[in-house]
C-alpha cells in the first residue's frame, strides 16, 4: 500500500512540475508581446544617436568597435546585472515599480504624511510577510533621523514623485521616438525626403497605438508576442549574417580594452555623445515597473535565453557592417538589411513599433493609479475588466493626455536624435531614482549594512551620472521636453497631496467627539427614518462634521448608519477577506457602526452594489460574532474594538447572500423560521425609485440580492431583531452621504501656500469627483456642503 501511495505522490508531483513549466512558458511567452518591446526595438535608433554631431564622420574602425564594447557592457551591467538578476528579486509581494519601493520603505518606517495609520493595518498578511522577522532588530539611525525630520520625508516624496513623472515621459516619448524610427527606412527604398510625410504617416500610428489602449492588456498581451518574437528572430538572423560577412573580428570588441580606444580616439565628442550609448537599455525599466503581471522566472527566462543573446548578436552585426561601410552611420539599421530582406523587415519593424510602446503606456497608467491611492494624483477613473491581465486598468485621461504629447513632439521635433536625448533624460532619471530608492531599501527594509548600500549605490549610481553628465549638454536639443514636463506633473502630484493632507488634518481636528452624539441617546436627538445611511468619511476614529453638519440642517436620518472609511495600505494588495474592518459606535440601541475599508496601492474598486451587499453581509457577522464574545466589544463603549469579520469560519452561514432575478426591491422577504422582513417604503415611493433606477444607465449592471436569516437559536433575542433590523434597512435602500467640499487658504497664508490650496480646489472641481472615483450610484447620492479654510 506504502508503494502505491508513493507512485500515486510521484505521479501527481509530475503532473503538478508539467502544469507549472507550462504556466511558466506560457508567461514568458506572454511578456514578449507586453514587457519587452521598447527594449527590443532600440537597435533601430542606438549606433544613429552616438554617431550624431562631432561623430557623424567617424573615420575609424575601432571607433565602431568601442561603440559596441560600450553598448554591451552598458547592457550587461544595466540590465542583465541590475534588473535582471538583482531588481527582480527586490520585489514587494510580487510587484515592483517606483511606487513599490515607497510602500516598502513606509510599511517598514513611519515615513507617509498622511496621518492615517492603524495599529491594526500592521496585522494584514500582506504587510507582516516582508517585515515580521525584523520587528527585533533596533531601528538604523538613518531610520530614525528620516521618522524625527518632516522635511526629509518631503524630500522623500518629491523624489518619488520626480520618478513617478519620468515614467509618465517615457510613456508619451517612447512612441514618438519607436514610430519615426521604424519608418525612417522609407528614406532609402522609397526615397521620401520629405519629413512632413514621414510626419504624417508617424501620427497616424501613433493615434492607432493610443486608440486601442482601451481594449486592455491581455489580448495584447497574447496577440503581440509573435509580433515581437519574429522581430528577434529576424534582428538575430541579421546581426549573424552582418557578423560573418562583414567582419568577424567584431568578437574582440567584447574586451573592454575598446572603450578606452573609443574615448581616446573621440576625446570630448565621444563623452558628449555618451548618452547614446544608455538607449540601449531603454525599456529595460518596465521589466521592474510591470513585474506584478507577471513572475520573476518566466521574465529572467524570456531575458536570459532570448533577449539578451538577439541583442547583443544584433548589436555586434550593425558594428561588423559599420567598421567596413562608414559612411552609413546615420541610418546603420536599414542599411545592413540585405537588399532583398528590407521590405519583409520594414513591415515588421513598423508593427514591432507599435507594440513596443505597450509597456512603457501601461507603466504610466499603473504608476498614476498607484500615486492616486497614495494621494499624490488628482481623480481619475480607472478602468478594469476581469477579462484583462488581473491589476491591470486603463486611465482615459491620460491616455489621450500621452497621446497629444506624443504628437506635439512627433510634430514639433520630427528629429530622432532629439527626441532621444529627451526619451534618454527621463529613462536616465528614473534609473538614477530607483538605484537611490532599492539603496534605502537595502538599510530600512532588508537592515543589511550601510557598506552593501553603498556599494550597490556607487557601482551603479555612478555609471548613471556618468550618462547624465553627457546628457546634460544635451538639455537645449531636446532635452529640456522631460524637465519641463516632469516639472508640470511635479506641481499637480505635489499640490495635490499637500491639499489632501491639509484637508485631512481639518477634518481631524473639526471633528465631533463620539460622546457627544452618544450623549443625544438612542434617537440621536433627530427623527429616524427607515433606511441605510453610509457616511463617507476620511476619518477612520471620531465623528466626522458633516454629519453633524447633515442633522443641522435637516434634523432626519436614516434608521441604520455606516461611517465607511476608504483608505489605502502601503501594501500592493489587501485579501479579501481581510479588506473590512466593522466596529460598532456606541450601545447597540443606537444602531452606528464604523466601516475601514483597506485598499493596497494596486487594489481596483469593485462595483458599489457589491460593496454594498459585502458590507451588510460583514455588518451581521459583526453583530453575530459580538453576541458570541468573539469581537472584544465592551457594551456602552464610545469606540469599540474593529473586528476582521470575513476571516471568520461561520462567514456567510447564517445569513445568506443569493442571486434571484425574481427579486424585486420592495416586495416582501421571507425568511427561515416564520420571519418576515417587508420594506417600510410606501408604494408611492417603491414607484419613484424603480422609475428612477429605468431611467438610470447604472440599473442595468446592478444586480438583485436576497439575504435570508437562517433560523438559529440566539440566547440574546436583540441580536436577531438587530439582524432584522440591519436587514430590513437594507431593503428599504441605502443612501449614500458625502462631502461636497470647497477649500480655500486662509487670509494670512503665505503665497506658496495659497497656490498650492488654490490649484487642489481647482483640481477637485474640474477632475473626476468622488463618487466616480468609488463607483457610487448616482440616485442614491446625497452631498453635504462643507467649507474648508485650511
Known amino acids: 500500500m506504502s508503494s502505491d501511495a508513493s507512485r500515486e505522490r510521484g505521479a501527481s508531483d509530475v503532473v503538478e512540475r508539467k502544469f507549472q513549466c507550462r504556466t511558466l512558458l506560457f508567461l514568458a511567452y506572454q511578456s514578449f508581446g507586453f514587457l519587452f518591446g521598447d527594449l527590443s526595438l532600440s537597435p533601430l535608433y542606438v549606433y544613429q544617436s552616438i554617431f550624431s554631431g562631432r561623430l557623424k564622420q567617424v573615420q575609424n574602425e575601432d571607433a565602431i568597435f568601442g561603440a559596441f564594447s560600450l553598448i554591451f557592457w552598458t547592457l550587461s551591467i544595466v540590465s542583465l546585472l541590475k534588473y535582471s538578476v538583482i531588481l527582480l528579486s527586490v520585489d514587494d509581494n510580487g510587484e515592483g515599480g517606483i511606487v513599490a519601493l515607497y510602500s516598502q520603505l513606509c510599511r517598514n518606517a513611519k515615513f507617509c504624511l498622511l496621518p492615517n495609520h492603524q495599529a491594526s493595518d500592521e496585522e494584514l498578511s500582506t504587510y507582516l510577510k516582508l517585515g515580521s522577522s525584523n520587528r527585533s ?19 522623500l516624496l518629491i523624489f518619488v514623485l520626480l520618478g513617478a513623472c519620468m515614467v509618465i515621459c517615457v510613456g508619451a516619448l517612447m512612441p514618438a521616438i519607436s514610430v519615426l524610427s521604424s519608418i525612417k527606412g522609407l528614406e ?15 501620427c497616424v500610428l501613433v493615434i492607432g497605438l493610443f486608440v486601442m489602449q482601451h481594449r486592455g492588456s491581455y489580448k495584447v498581451a497574447f496577440v503581440f508576442p509573435p509580433i515581437i518574437i519574429l522581430w528577434l528572430l529576424t534582428i538575430f538572423m541579421i546581426g549573424i549574417y552582418n557578423v560573418i560577412k562583414w567582419n568577424p573580428r567584431i568578437y574582440g570588441a567584447l574586451s573592454p580594452h575598446y572603450i578606452y580606444k573609443f574615448f581616446r580616439l573621440t576625446g570630448k565628442g565621444g563623452w558628449v555623445n555618451l548618452g547614446g550609448v544608455f538607449l540601449c537599455v531603454t525599456g529595460t525599466e518596465a521589466m521592474f515597473g510591470d513585474l506584478g503581471y ?3 522566472i518566466p521574465l529572467r527566462v524570456a531575458f536570459y535565453c532570448v533577449i539578451y543573446p538577439c541583442l547583443v548578436l544584433q548589436y555586434m552585426g550593425q558594428a561588423a557592417f559599420l567598421s567596413k561601410n562608414l559612411s552609413a552611420v546615420h541610418i546603420s539599421f536599414y ?34 493609479q498607484q500615486c492616486h491611492a497614495f494621494e499624490c494624483f488628482p481623480r481619475v477613473k480607472a478602468v478594469h475588466s476581469r477579462r484583462w491581465i488581473p491589476g491591470q486598468t486603463y486611465i482615459p485621461e491620460i491616455n489621450w493626455i500621452l497621446m497629444i504629447i506624443s504628437l506635439a513632439v512627433t510634430v514639433g521635433l520630427g528629429d530622432i536624435n532629439r527626441i532621444g536625448h529627451a526619451y534618454g533624460i527621463a529613462h536616465l532619471i528614473l534609473v538614477f531614482v530607483t538605484t537611490c530608492l532599492t539603496s534605502l531599501a537595502i538599510i530600512l527594509v532588508w537592515n543589511r549594512s550601510l557598506i552593501i548600500a553603498l556599494a550597490f549605490a556607487l557601482s551603479f549610481g555612478s555609471i548613471e551620472i556618468l550618462f547624465l553628465s553627457s546628457y546634460s549638454l544635451k538639455i537645449l536639443k531636446g532635452g529640456w521636453i522631460p524637465l519641463v514636463l ?31 452624539i452618544l450623549a443625544l441617546g438612542p434617537s440621536l436627538g433627530i427623527v429616524r427614518v427607515p433606511g441605510m445611511g453610509l457616511i463617507y468619511t476620511g476619518l477612520a476614529t471620531g465623528i466626522p462634521a458633516s454629519f453633524t453638519h447633515f442633522l443641522t440642517n435637516l434634523p432626519a436620518f436614516y434608521q441604520v448608519v455606516v461611517f465607511v472609511c476608504v483608505k489605502t495600505v502601503p ?28 485598499n493596497g496601492y494596486k487594489d481596483v474598486c469593485n462595483d458599489e452594489n457589491d460593496f454594498e451587499n459585502e458590507l451588510v453581509m460583514s455588518i451581521a457577522e459583526f453583530i453575530q460574532l459580538e453576541a458570541e464574545g468573539c469581537s472584544g466589544k465592551a457594551e456602552g463603549s464610545a469606540d469599540g474594538r474593529m473586528a476582521v469579520v470575513r476571516t471568520s469560519g461561520k462567514f456567510g452561514t447564517r445569513l445568506l447572500m443569493s442571486e434571484s432575478s425574481a427579486f424585486q426591491e420592495g416586495n416582501n422577504i421571507n425568511l427561515p423560521g416564520a420571519l418576515t422582513v417587508t420594506s417600510s417604503k410606501s408604494p408611492i415611493l417603491k414607484r419613484l425609485r424603480a422609475m428612477y433606477e429605468r431611467e438610470s444607465p447604472e440599473h442595468i449592471t446592478r444586480r438583485r440580492i436576497r439575504f435570508e436569516l437562517q433560523n438559529v437559536i440566539y440566547y440574546d433575542p436583540r441580536v436577531k431583531e438587530e439582524l432584522m433590523e440591519l436587514v430590513e434597512a437594507k431593503c428599504t435602500g441605502a443612501a449614500y452621504v458625502i462631502g461636497h467640499s470647497n477649500v480655500k487658504a486662509n487670509w494670512n497664508s503665505s503665497f506658496i501656500k495659497k497656490f498650492a490650496i488654490d490649484l487642489y480646489s481647482f483640481l477637485r472641481k474640474n477632475c473626476r469627483a468622488p463618487v466616480v472615483g468609488l463607483n457610487i450610484p448616482s440616485i442614491s447620492l446625497i452631498k453635504v456642503g462643507m467649507n474648508y479654510n485650511v
Not at 532588530?137 to 524630500?155: G, V, Y
Not at 516632469?486 to 460622546?515: E, Q
Request: aromatic content about 12%; proline content about 5%.
Open 137 to 155: 532588530i533596533p531601528p538604523s539611525p538613518l531610520k530614525r533621523f528620516i521618522e524625527k525630520h518632516k522635511s526629509t520625508k518631503k524630500a
Open 188 to 202: 532609402i527604398e522609397a526615397k521620401i525626403a520629405n519629413k512632413s510625410v514621414l510626419s504624417r504617416i508617424s
Open 294 to 296: 507577471y513572475r520573476q
Open 335 to 368: 542599411a545592413s538589411i540585405p537588399d532583398v530582406l528590407f521590405w519583409p523587415v520594414f513591415v515588421v519593424s513598423a508593427l514591432a513599433a507599435v507594440v513596443s510602446s505597450q509597456a512603457v503606456i501601461a507603466s504610466a497608467f499603473s504608476t498614476v
Open 486 to 516: 516632469s516639472a508640470v506633473f511635479m506641481v499637480v502630484m505635489y499640490a495635490w497631496h499637500y491639499g489632501s493632507r491639509k484637508r485631512y488634518l481639518f477634518d481631524t481636528h473639526n471633528k465631533v467627539s463620539t460622546r457627544t
Open 571 to 598: 501594501v500592493a494588495w489587501v485579501p479579501r477577506e481581510e479588506r473590512y474592518l466593522i466596529g460598532r459606535i456606541g450601545p447597540k440601541s443606537y444602531r452606528l457602526y464604523r466601516c475601514i475599508v483597506r
